[in-house]
């Protein structure tokens, strides 16, 4: 199993990605959301996708760090010419040649909860799994996918950031895609569909294949 990190936000405002922001003396958020995936034991491999502005930043973070890391360059150097997350996710899978089973997470964020559980759920159904989490208010569902799913956790409805309530849960960017389901990405992309934040090509593939809900038993703190 591979692993894809999205860190390739554009800002021109701050010198600093909010992954490499410190946390405390010694960590930063992207170094507990390794430490996370690190404790997937079949994970061999991290890709840290982020653009020409930070990809020195990453690359001294990275000093040092295991093995398992790489940190990939999308070449774009302004907000105009991001790729988007969906963009990254196909860049790196042409870059490196990805035929494998696929955790992708945001790494603009910091997880409080057991990748390990929601790891051994995806083995269980054998399918795409999302993590989510119950709203807090219906503010957030202009900044996330809201979810509806059935007794089996099974999604039936999501949608990217709407404006009228569907569901009682949140979609977070933390997804396990199976080798199967990621060759889709060339049929979503060749569709014209959104290349920008990555609950569009999920929104995109549950009507088409079994997508199961992960709920989280944990925080999820946005760096946003």
Known sequence: MKCIILCAEHNDDVDEPKALLAIDENLCALDVLIDQVEDINSIDKI??????KYYDNFLNWSINKSS???IINDNT?????KLGAIGDIKFTLNCENIDD????????????FDFISM???????QAP???VKALQNMTEMRKYGIIRFD?????????EKVNEPIGS????????YPREVIRMFDYYLSEGNKTTAPGYFLEYLYPNTDVYAYPIDGEYYSLK
């Open 68 to 70: 398992k890391i790489k």
């Open 151 to 159: 007794g089996d956790n099974k999604v039936i409805e999501m949608h």
């Open 101 to 112: 089973d696929l955790l992708i997470v945001a790494g603009d964020a910091l997880y409080d």
């Open 47 to 52: 890709y840290v996708v982020t653009n020409g």
């Open 129 to 131: 799994v999302v993590a």
């Open 77 to 81: 150097t302004s907000p105009e010419a």
């Open 169 to 176: 849960h949140m979609a977070l960017a933390l997804y396990f």
């Open 119 to 125: 790891y051994e759920y995806y083995n269980k159904k």
